[in-house]
């Protein structure tokens, strides 16, 4: 067996596993509720859930919950990621203020910001405005923090050479900081992005009026499981949709 | 007369002020200090002047009142439930996490077949079945220590994952030559290489349980914090909500400066 074979065939068992593990999952879930009798309350039938999301997909009843949770996580991020730009590139002008002001947003980043929760829906109330402003609060840290290090950290021998071949300030930031900084900042922005997503989903989950989350809840306290997973599926879908997405795109900007 | 007054301003205004400069510039912390207390400073301002007393209290109030958040019946005991959530989440994490990590990341087979699912199910928002945890576990705090548990062996997996997988194959192959046993490989090269890793994994495994335990406690809760949180807010009483979220934060930066200093410690003799 050559090499080249050989790693392939790994690379297929590894795959069998994969799908093996999968199967003996959805085949556990399915036994436990024919078999078992495992109340369909707690865990509802597979094929049960397969309908209702067909159902949710084919009626388009996930449309209004699904744009008001997006308009939300848009709003929250360009929120964020235009004040945290801004911000990170101001303090990154001088290593003094980055001395300042970096400990302190660390700081605060590592405090789980999700507390604050029910001080935000005291001030916004209820409705999107408290989940956009959690969203925009927790997902402008990394965006600052990442935003610092990409201004604040390029080498500074880059600087010195491209000022003594006599750069001008602009093209300084144009050909040597923004180059350095990019792939940082996009990191930041991939992150930012996907806690503002876990944050909206979250605070609508905890209490909202409208929203993905808050038809999870909705169902949950209706007792309807099936539609509830169907409901979770379709959500992991969309997040695991957009954080791929993000993350093509980072990748993509940071060639 | 202006003059002279300028004269004398300068005399005594600069000095000082020269101090004063260099003092902040050879010490950030200072500066640092003085953004805090500013921000302080426009806190407390805008809660005597701005804004409406039922939705925020001044900073000064907040820290007089704090016994109050203290005698509310209940507070006391929400806070050890609490505490005891967070200290059971983390233990299970831990110990989950550390022996998943090995299994999966000592086979290259196993690492290859497993990590793909490890990823996938930590890319999933745990948020969304949140109700599950519920509906499974109650709304006591076993559906907290379980919904912690969900977001700190994550990270604590994948980082045990990548410090076993990091060791240079040198060093196994020079202790594999040198004859040394599986046992022996495990002892001497790959364990002391992992604990850095694992420290640091242990960090953010402590973040993802807090985040976790919170998150539930704030979803429902009979005798949790997450009670009194809902409670302060609907009888709007910023006094004690602002109170009580300040100490959870203390705690909260207590915990998470606990593992960061045990990773720094253990994780130096690498950088030494």
Redesign the interface.
């Known amino acids: 067996m050559t090499v080249r074979s050989k790693r392939d065939w790994?690379?297929l068992?590894?795959r069998a596993?994969?799908a093996a593990?999968v199967i003996v999952l959805v085949g556990l879930w399915y036994l436990g509720t024919t078999r078992w009798r495992i109340s369909p309350?707690?865990l509802p039938n597979p094929v049960m859930v397969w309908h209702e999301l067909k159902d949710i997909l084919s009626t388009g009843e996930y449309i209004a919950d699904l744009r008001i949770t997006l308009t939300e996580l848009a709003i929250a991020f360009s929120r964020s990621s235009t004040a945290g730009i801004a911000l990170g590139y101001l303090i990154s002008r001088s290593r003094?203020s980055i001395?300042?002001?970096e400990?302190?947003l660390a700081?605060m980043y590592?405090?789980?910001i999700?507390?604050?929760?029910?001080?935000y829906?005291?001030?916004f109330g209820l409705g999107p405005a408290s989940k956009i402003a959690i969203g925009a609060t927790i997902s402008f840290f990394p965006i600052v923090l990442n935003t610092i290090a990409g201004f604040g950290y390029v080498d500074r021998i880059f600087i010195l050479s491209a000022r003594s071949m006599g750069a001008s300030d602009y093209q300084l930031f144009r050909w040597v900081l923004l180059p350095a900084a990019f792939p940082v900042i996009l990191t930041g922005l991939r992150i930012g992005f996907t806690i503002a997503?876990?944050s909206i989903?979250?605070s609508e989950?905890?209490a909202s009026l409208a929203g993905?989350?808050h038809r999870?809840?909705h169902?949950?306290?209706g007792m309807d499981?099936a539609r509830?997973f169907a409901y979770?599926a379709f959500?992991?879908a969309i997040?695991?949709f957009l954080?791929i997405t993000t993350s093509t795109l980072a990748a993509r900007g940071r060639r | 007369m202006s003059h002279a007054l300028d004269m004398l301003q300068a005399q005594a205004g600069t000095p000082f002020g020269r101090r004063l400069k260099r003092g902040l510039l050879a010490h950030p912390g200072l500066a640092r200090l003085g953004v805090v207390i500013l921000l302080f400073g426009v806190w407390e301002l805008a809660a005597r002047f701005l804004v409406d007393k039922m939705f925020l209290s001044p900073p000064s109030s907040v820290f007089s009142q704090i016994h109050t958040v203290f005698q509310t019946p209940g507070v006391i005991a929400a806070l050890r439930i609490t505490a005891w959530e967070l200290a059971v989440a983390f233990a299970i994490s831990v110990a989950i996490g550390l022996v998943v990590g090995l299994a999966v990341g000592l086979h290259r087979f196993s690492n290859r077949s497993f990590m793909p699912i490890v990823l996938l199910l930590y890319g999933i928002p745990q948020i969304t079945i949140l109700p599950l945890f519920i509906l499974y576990f109650g709304i006591g705090p076993a559906s907290k220590i379980a919904f912690g548990v969900s977001h700190g062996i994550f990270p604590i997996i994948v980082t045990v994952v990548a410090g076993v997988q990091n060791i240079k194959p040198i060093l196994l192959t020079s202790a594999k030559s040198m004859g040394a046993s599986r046992r022996q490989i495990f002892r001497w090269v790959i364990f002391p290489h992992m604990v850095p890793s694992f420290f640091a994994g242990m960090r953010l495994g402590m973040t993802g349980v807090l985040l976790g335990v919170l998150l539930a406690e704030l979803y429902v809760s009979t005798a949790g914090i997450g009670y009194f949180t809902t409670l302060f807010t609907q009888s709007f009483n910023p006094t004690k909500l602002l109170g009580l979220i300040s100490v959870l934060a203390i705690m909260a930066m207590g915990l998470n400066e606990i593992v960061r200093r045990a990773e720094l410690r253990y994780s130096r003799w690498r950088t030494d």
Do not use: D, H, K, W
């Open positions: 790994n690379r068992a590894s596993v994969q593990f309350i707690l003094y001395r300042v002001f400990p302190l700081g590592s405090v789980p999700i507390l604050f929760l029910p001080l829906i005291l001030f997503l876990l989903l979250g989950t905890i993905l989350g999870i809840v169902l949950a306290e499981t509830m979770i959500v992991v997040a695991l954080n």
